[in-house]
Nanobody, 129 residues
Framework: QVQLVESGGTLVQSGDSLQLSCKFS????????IGWFRQAPGKEREGVSC????????DYKDSVKARFTVSTDKGTNMVFQQMNNLKPEDTGTYYC??????????????????????WGQGTQVTVSS
């Protein structure tokens, strides 16, 4: 049974940086992509970053490009998301999630979260203005 434990979320000010971590218990190589979703109050869960498990290629939601960086450490089964120049609209609960689908385009598409079945408890990021 794969388990995910996210950490690193906290209250920060606009412009600050933060790194989120996700401990993945399982074989990451069983999946095609992994990345981060976020959910703001009253809004649908959305994919913000994605990394190909095999190639390491990355992709991002447009609003976070050049500010967020997703990475993995396969040796320790960790997934990270470095977030720079945070904005109030980045506020939300962040979740990492693996997908069998190998396409980051699919991973980041609207509604993809509905097809993913493995989720952690999430970590809360609040950005004050």
């Amino acid at each position: 049974q794969v388990q995910l434990v996210e950490s690193g979320g906290t209250l920060v000010q606009s412009g600050d940086s933060l790194q989120l971590s996700c401990k993945f218990s399982g074989n990451m190589a069983d999946y095609g992509t992994i990345g981060w979703f976020r959910q703001a109050p009253g809004k649908e869960r959305e994919g913000v970053s994605c990394i190909s498990v095999e190639s390491g290629a990355t992709d991002y939601k447009d609003s976070v490009k050049a500010r967020f960086t997703v990475s993995t450490d396969k040796g320790t089964n960790m997934v990270f998301q470095q977030m720079n120049n945070l904005k109030p609209e980045d506020t939300g609960t962040y979740y990492c999630a693996p997908a069998f689908n190998t396409s980051c385009h699919w991973y980041l598409s609207s509604g993809s979260y509905q097809y993913l079945s493995i989720w952690g408890q999430g970590t809360q990021v609040t950005v004050s203005s």
